[in-house]
C-alpha cells in the first residue's frame, strides 16, 4: 500500500492485516487495476507495481481473517479477573501491613491510593486491550513509540510466573502434609514430642528459640539451614520439584483450550476461596480471644499518617494486589466483546478485590489472636507478612484448633486456588503476546499446544533453582526487584503514553464509542478519570518511584538474618532495569526505522498504525454493521475492464 505522496508507507507492521483487508476490497476482471481512496482515484495497467500486485494479483487468496476466541459470557470475564486480582497477596500481605501501618488508619491512604492510581490505571489498561483486542505487545499499534512498555510488561510477567508457581507447590506440600494426622508441624506429632516444651535451636544456634512449624518449613520444605547464603543454593529438594511439576501440569491443562478452558476453570478456583474466608471467619469469631487479635488489626494509630511509608506500602499493595502493569489485564480484557461495559467492569472488580483484602484480616487475625492467647504472648509475637505468615504462623494456629487436619486442608486448597488464578492471568498476558505476534499459531491447534508446553516446560526448568536448598535467597531476590521501581516505570509511561501521545480526549472517546449508549454516570465518571490520567496518577507514581530509590539506595536487602551481598542486590537491581530498559530499546527501534528528521520520525512513531482498528472487526457486532459488501470504508483496489477504459476516452474527448 503506498501513501497519498507515492512513497511505501513507513509502518510496515501494518501489511499484514492491510493487505488481508484489500484483498477482501478487491475485484478482478481483466488485468486492470485501479486503487481509490476517497473521491481520487488512478488508473494503471498490467502489470502492476510491486506493493500494489501483492493485493492485485488473482495467484494468492485472500488471507483468511484469525477470530480472536472470546469469553463464554461475561460472568466468565468478571470471574476470571476478579480471581487474577484477588491472590495470595490479600492474604498474608494485606492484613500485615494494615497493623504495622497504623491499623484501620492505613485504610485511609489505602483507598486515596486506590481511586487515585489503582482504578485509573486499571480502567486504562482494560479499556486499551478491548478497544484494540490485541495483547501486550500487539495493542500498541495505537502508538509505536511505546512498544517498549509491551516487551517490558511480557518481562516482568515471565518473572513473576518464573517465581509465584513455586508458592503453589509449596502449597502443594502443605495440602499434602495436611492429610496427615496429626499434622506434622504440630506439637502432636511423635516428631515434635520433644520440641514444645523446651527450648529449640536450629542451625546449630543457641540464642533462637525455632517452633515446630519454623522446623518444618527451614529443614523440611525448604532445607535453607543447610545453605549458606545466594552463592551456595546446593542441590535441587526433589519432593517440591515434583510439586512444582504438578503445578506447572495443572496450569498446562487449564489453559489447553485457552479461555475456553480457563474461563470455566474460574467458576469453581475463583469462587471457592470466598467460602473457605467466610468459614474461616465464622469459626474465628468463636475462638477464645480472637478479639484481641481483630483489635491488634484495626487499632489507629493517627500519628501514622505522617510516614512516608504508610503511603508507599499503601500504593504497592494497590500494585500488587490487582496486578497493574503486567499485562494480564490487558489480555484478558482484548478478548471481551467489544461494547462491553468496561467502566462498570472495573468497578466491581476494584472494589471487590480491596474488599476482599480487608475481609480476609478478620480470618487471619481472629485466628491469630486465639494462638496468641492460648500462648500467652502477645498478637505483635505471632503475626508475620508473605511466606511467614501464610506457611509459619498461620498454619500453627491452626494446628491449636479442634479438627486441625480439616481446617489444613481447607485453608492450603484455598490458597493454592488463589494462586492458580493469578498465575492464569499472567501466562495469558504472555501466551497472547506470542500468539499476536505469531497468528498462525492460533489457526493451528497442535502447534498452539505445543508453544503451551514448551512454555511450561521451560518456565519448570528455570524455576528448579529456586526449590534447591538456597532457592528461598533467590525467590526473594526476584520477588523483590521483578514487581518493584521496574514495573512502576512502565505504568507511568504507560499513562504518559496513553494521556499525551495518543491523547486523551481520543481515549475518552475511545470508551464511550465501546459503551454505547454511554450511561450519563459513565461520561461523568470519565471527566474524573481523565483528571487522574493526566495530574493525579503520574504525580503519584513519581511520588513512589523516588520513595523507592531511595529505600532501595537506604536498606539492605534480607531474609531473616542473612544479608544479601552487595553482587546479590546489584543482580535484582538489573532484574528491574531490564524490564524497563526495554521501553528506551524499542522506542529507538521505532524511530530508526522512520524517514525523515528527528521532529518528523517522533511525530511517525506516535501516530496509530492503519491496522489499530482492525482487529475489531472480528468482533461479530462489529461486523453487522457492515452488511453491505459492496460498501467499502478503506483503501481498497478495484480491476477495470477495457470497456471502462474505452468509456473514460470518450468522456475525455467530448469534454475536450
Given at each position: 500500500?503506498?501513501?497519498?505522496?507515492?512513497?511505501?508507507?513507513?509502518?510496515?507492521?501494518?501489511?499484514?492485516?492491510?493487505?488481508?483487508?484489500?484483498?477482501?476490497?478487491?475485484?478482478?476482471?481483466?488485468?486492470?487495476?485501479?486503487?481509490?481512496?476517497?473521491?481520487?482515484?488512478?488508473?494503471?495497467?498490467?502489470?502492476?507495481?510491486?506493493?500494489?500486485?501483492?493485493?492485485?494479483?488473482?495467484?494468492?487468496?485472500?488471507?483468511?481473517?484469525?477470530?480472536?476466541?472470546?469469553?463464554?459470557?461475561?460472568?466468565?470475564?468478571?470471574?476470571?479477573?476478579?480471581?487474577?486480582?484477588?491472590?495470595?497477596?490479600?492474604?498474608?500481605?494485606?492484613?500485615?501491613?494494615?497493623?504495622?501501618?497504623?491499623?484501620?488508619?492505613?485504610?485511609?491512604?489505602?483507598?486515596?491510593?486506590?481511586?487515585?492510581?489503582?482504578?485509573?490505571?486499571?480502567?486504562?489498561?482494560?479499556?486499551?486491550?478491548?478497544?484494540?483486542?490485541?495483547?501486550?505487545?500487539?495493542?500498541?499499534?495505537?502508538?509505536?513509540?511505546?512498544?517498549?512498555?509491551?516487551?517490558?510488561?511480557?518481562?516482568?510477567?515471565?518473572?513473576?510466573?518464573?517465581?509465584?508457581?513455586?508458592?503453589?507447590?509449596?502449597?502443594?506440600?502443605?495440602?499434602?502434609?495436611?492429610?496427615?494426622?496429626?499434622?506434622?508441624?504440630?506439637?502432636?506429632?511423635?516428631?515434635?514430642?520433644?520440641?514444645?516444651?523446651?527450648?529449640?535451636?536450629?542451625?546449630?544456634?543457641?540464642?533462637?528459640?525455632?517452633?515446630?512449624?519454623?522446623?518444618?518449613?527451614?529443614?523440611?520444605?525448604?532445607?535453607?539451614?543447610?545453605?549458606?547464603?545466594?552463592?551456595?543454593?546446593?542441590?535441587?529438594?526433589?519432593?517440591?520439584?515434583?510439586?512444582?511439576?504438578?503445578?506447572?501440569?495443572?496450569?498446562?491443562?487449564?489453559?489447553?483450550?485457552?479461555?475456553?478452558?480457563?474461563?470455566?476453570?474460574?467458576?469453581?478456583?475463583?469462587?471457592?476461596?470466598?467460602?473457605?474466608?467466610?468459614?474461616?471467619?465464622?469459626?474465628?469469631?468463636?475462638?477464645?480471644?480472637?478479639?484481641?487479635?481483630?483489635?491488634?488489626?484495626?487499632?489507629?494509630?493517627?500519628?501514622?499518617?505522617?510516614?512516608?511509608?504508610?503511603?508507599?506500602?499503601?500504593?504497592?499493595?494497590?500494585?500488587?494486589?490487582?496486578?497493574?502493569?503486567?499485562?494480564?489485564?490487558?489480555?484478558?480484557?482484548?478478548?471481551?466483546?467489544?461494547?462491553?461495559?468496561?467502566?462498570?467492569?472495573?468497578?466491581?472488580?476494584?472494589?471487590?478485590?480491596?474488599?476482599?483484602?480487608?475481609?480476609?484480616?478478620?480470618?487471619?487475625?481472629?485466628?491469630?489472636?486465639?494462638?496468641?492467647?492460648?500462648?500467652?504472648?502477645?498478637?505483635?509475637?505471632?503475626?508475620?507478612?508473605?511466606?511467614?505468615?501464610?506457611?509459619?504462623?498461620?498454619?500453627?494456629?491452626?494446628?491449636?484448633l479442634p479438627g486441625s487436619v480439616f481446617w489444613s486442608i481447607m485453608f492450603f486448597l484455598m490458597l493454592f486456588m488463589l494462586g492458580?488464578?493469578?498465575?492464569?492471568?499472567?501466562?495469558?498476558?504472555?501466551?497472547?503476546?506470542?500468539?499476536?505476534?505469531?497468528?498462525?499459531?492460533?489457526?493451528?491447534?497442535?502447534?498452539?499446544?505445543?508453544?503451551?508446553?514448551?512454555?511450561?516446560?521451560?518456565?519448570?526448568?528455570?524455576?528448579?533453582?529456586?526449590?534447591?536448598?538456597?532457592?528461598?535467597?533467590?525467590?526473594?531476590?526476584?520477588?523483590?526487584?521483578?514487581?518493584?521501581?521496574?514495573?512502576?516505570?512502565?505504568?507511568?509511561?504507560?499513562?504518559?503514553?496513553?494521556?499525551?501521545?495518543?491523547?486523551?480526549?481520543?481515549?475518552?472517546?475511545?470508551?464511550?464509542?465501546?459503551?454505547?449508549?454511554?450511561?450519563?454516570?459513565?461520561?461523568?465518571?470519565?471527566?474524573?478519570?481523565?483528571?487522574?490520567?493526566?495530574?493525579?496518577?503520574?504525580?503519584?507514581?513519581?511520588?513512589?518511584?523516588?520513595?523507592?530509590?531511595?529505600?532501595?539506595?537506604?536498606?539492605?536487602?534480607?531474609?531473616?538474618?542473612?544479608?544479601?551481598?552487595?553482587?546479590?542486590?546489584?543482580?535484582?537491581?538489573?532484574?528491574?532495569?531490564?524490564?524497563?530498559?526495554?521501553?528506551?530499546?524499542?522506542?529507538?527501534?521505532?524511530?530508526?526505522?522512520?524517514?525523515?528528521?528527528?521532529?518528523?520520525?517522533?511525530?511517525?512513531?506516535?501516530?496509530?498504525?492503519?491496522?489499530?482498528?482492525?482487529?475489531?472487526?472480528?468482533?461479530?457486532?462489529?461486523?453487522?454493521?457492515?452488511?453491505?459488501?459492496?460498501?467499502?470504508?478503506?483503501?481498497?483496489?478495484?480491476?477495470?475492464?477495457?470497456?471502462?477504459?474505452?468509456?473514460?476516452?470518450?468522456?475525455?474527448?467530448?469534454?475536450?
Amino acid at each position: 500500500m503506498q501513501d497519498e505522496s507515492g512513497k511505501a508507507a513507513p509502518r510496515n507492521p501494518t501489511a499484514d492485516a492491510a493487505a488481508a483487508n484489500a484483498a477482501q476490497n478487491s475485484v478482478h476482471l481483466n488485468g486492470h487495476t485501479a486503487t481509490q481512496n476517497g473521491h481520487s482515484s488512478s488508473v494503471s495497467h498490467a502489470p502492476d507495481p510491486p506493493t500494489e500486485s501483492r493485493s492485485s494479483t488473482p495467484v494468492p487468496a485472500p488471507t483468511p481473517t484469525i477470530l480472536r476466541e472470546q469469553w463464554g459470557g461475561k460472568y466468565e470475564f468478571l470471574l476470571s479477573c476478579i480471581g487474577y486480582c484477588v491472590g495470595l497477596g490479600n492474604v498474608w500481605r494485606f492484613p500485615y501491613l494494615c497493623y504495622r501501618n497504623g491499623g484501620g488508619v492505613f485504610l485511609i491512604p489505602y483507598f486515596i491510593m486506590l481511586f487515585f492510581t489503582g482504578v485509573p490505571l486499571f480502567l486504562m489498561e482494560l479499556s486499551l486491550g478491548q478497544y484494540g483486542a490485541a495483547g501486550p505487545i500487539t495493542v500498541w499499534k495505537c502508538c509505536p513509540l511505546l512498544k517498549g512498555i509491551g516487551i517490558g510488561m511480557l518481562c516482568v510477567s515471565t518473572l513473576v510466573c518464573l517465581y509465584y508457581n513455586v508458592i503453589i507447590a509449596w502449597t502443594f506440600y502443605y495440602l499434602g502434609s495436611s492429610f496427615q494426622s496429626p499434622l506434622p508441624w504440630s506439637c502432636e506429632a511423635a516428631a515434635n514430642l520433644g520440641l514444645c516444651g523446651n527450648s529449640t535451636t536450629g542451625n546449630g544456634s543457641t540464642d533462637k528459640v525455632l517452633s515446630p512449624t519454623e522446623i518444618f518449613w527451614n529443614e523440611r520444605v525448604l532445607g535453607v539451614v543447610h545453605s549458606e547464603g545466594l552463592h551456595d543454593p546446593g542441590p535441587v529438594r526433589w519432593p517440591l520439584a515434583l510439586c512444582l511439576l504438578a503445578a506447572w501440569i495443572v496450569i498446562f491443562l487449564c489453559m489447553l483450550k485457552g479461555i475456553r478452558s480457563s474461563g470455566k476453570v474460574v467458576y469453581v478456583t475463583a469462587t471457592f476461596p470466598y467460602f473457605v474466608l467466610i468459614v474461616l471467619v465464622i469459626r474465628g469469631a468463636t475462638l477464645e480471644g480472637s478479639l484481641q487479635g481483630v483489635a491488634f488489626y484495626l487499632t489507629p494509630d493517627w500519628d501514622r499518617l505522617a510516614n512516608a511509608q504508610v503511603w508507599n506500602d499503601a500504593a504497592s499493595q494497590i500494585f500488587y494486589s490487582l496486578g497493574i502493569g503486567v499485562g494480564g489485564l490487558l489480555s484478558m480484557a482484548s478478548y471481551n466483546k467489544f461494547d462491553n461495559n468496561v467502566i462498570r467492569d472495573t468497578l466491581i472488580i476494584t472494589i471487590g478485590n480491596c474488599s476482599t483484602s480487608f475481609f480476609a484480616g478478620f480470618a487471619i487475625f481472629s485466628i491469630l489472636g486465639h494462638m496468641a492467647w492460648k500462648k500467652g504472648v502477645p498478637v505483635g509475637e505471632v503475626a508475620d507478612t508473605g511466606p511467614g505468615l501464610a506457611f509459619v504462623a498461620y498454619p500453627d494456629a491452626l494446628a491449636l484448633l479442634p479438627g486441625s487436619v480439616f481446617w489444613s486442608i481447607m485453608f492450603f486448597l484455598m490458597l493454592f486456588m488463589l494462586g492458580i488464578d493469578t498465575l492464569f492471568g499472567n501466562m495469558e498476558g504472555i501466551t497472547t503476546a506470542v500468539l499476536d505476534e505469531f497468528p498462525h499459531l492460533r489457526m493451528n491447534t497442535l502447534h498452539k499446544s505445543l508453544f503451551l508446553g514448551a512454555l511450561c516446560f521451560s518456565f519448570y526448568l528455570m524455576g528448579l533453582l529456586l526449590v534447591t536448598d538456597g532457592g528461598i535467597y533467590w525467590f526473594t531476590l526476584i520477588d523483590s526487584f521483578s514487581t518493584s521501581f521496574g514495573l512502576i516505570i512502565i505504568t507511568l509511561f504507560m499513562c504518559i503514553g496513553i494521556s499525551f501521545f495518543y491523547g486523551v480526549n481520543q481515549f475518552c472517546q475511545d470508551i464511550i464509542d465501546m459503551i454505547c449508549p454511554c450511561p450519563p454516570w459513565c461520561r461523568k465518571l470519565l471527566l474524573y478519570f481523565k483528571a487522574c490520567w493526566i495530574f493525579c496518577t503520574p504525580f503519584l507514581l513519581l511520588f513512589i518511584l523516588t520513595y523507592i530509590f531511595i529505600e532501595m539506595y537506604n536498606t539492605s536487602l534480607q531474609y531473616g538474618d542473612y544479608t544479601y551481598p552487595r553482587w546479590g542486590k546489584a543482580l535484582g537491581v538489573c532484574i528491574g532495569a531490564i524490564c524497563c530498559l526495554q521501553i528506551i530499546i524499542w522506542a529507538v527501534v521505532a524511530i530508526s526505522k522512520e524517514t525523515g528528521s528527528l521532529k518528523d520520525r517522533f511525530r511517525k512513531t506516535i501516530q496509530p498504525l492503519n491496522s489499530w482498528r482492525v482487529n475489531n472487526l472480528n468482533n461479530t457486532g462489529r461486523v453487522q454493521e457492515l452488511p453491505d459488501p459492496e460498501r467499502v470504508e478503506a483503501p481498497f483496489t478495484v480491476t477495470l475492464t477495457d470497456m471502462d477504459f474505452t468509456a473514460m476516452t470518450w468522456e475525455e474527448g467530448s469534454v475536450a
